[in-house]
């Protein structure tokens, strides 16, 4: 005899399919952070492909010889080194249209491009106002030095390219966690409420839930 009637039985079955939010939201959080990943692993191989490309070490020339650059306003043109940088070198522009010459500096900051087992920095940038081809000769006092013309890299670009790699994955994985974690919370509060409607007869409002 059971004083106040028999022992509750087994909670009810609830279908899976009943359950909002609906299990699709678990497909779009896998979305989200495939995407966000994907998008991170491009970046890097964007970056890293631009960087290599930076140094055309096919046109590499020793010191004391030159090479011919077509180089106009809009390009961004310089002369990288081969490591180790061991010695003072110079560059300078010995035939070009009359009345222009690209001007020759030193970069503000440091630049190392590695292609294979060699390591290129960066020496000096070029600007121009006219676009035509430059002769540029380069030489350093012991005539030990390679050069070879390339792109000057944009250290901000190559930063951005990095801090995307990192950061677009980061957040895409946090926005996938986060979205599975809310529908399964979710979904188990919209289960315990379906459980008590059926076990008890609860008519109650049911948690709020997205579709």
């Not at 509750?8 to 939010?21: E, H, K």
């Not at 020496?123 to 350093?140: G, N």
Request: charged letters at 20%; a positive charge.
């Amino acid at each position: 005899m059971y004083p106040y009637g028999p022992p509750p039985g087994p909670p009810p079955r609830i279908d899976a399919r009943q359950l909002r939010p609906r299990r699709r939201w678990f497909v779009v959080a896998g979305v989200i952070a495939a995407i966000c990943v994907g998008i991170g692993i491009a970046s890097f191989v964007l970056t890293l492909t631009s960087t290599v490309d930076s140094v055309d070490d096919g046109e590499a020339f020793a010191s004391g010889q030159s090479v011919t650059l077509r180089i106009g306003p809009d390009d961004h043109a310089a002369i990288y080194v081969r490591s180790p940088f061991i010695a003072r070198a110079h560059c300078k522009v010995v035939s070009g249209p009359s009345g222009s010459a690209p001007r020759v500096t030193t970069p503000d900051s440091s630049f190392t491009v590695t292609k294979g087992s060699v390591e290129w920095q960066r020496a000096f940038v070029l600007k121009t106002d006219t676009d035509a081809d430059y002769r540029v000769m380069c030489d350093d006092a012991r005539g030990a030095l390679t050069f070879a013309p390339g792109d000057d890299a944009d250290l901000a670009s190559f930063v951005g390219g990095i801090v995307v790699t990192v950061v677009v994955p980061l957040l895409g994985l946090l926005a996938g966690a986060g979205i599975a974690i809310i529908v399964g919370v979710r979904r188990g509060r919209h289960r315990r409420w379906l459980e008590a409607q059926a076990y008890y007869g609860y008519r109650g409002t049911p948690p709020p839930n997205a579709g």
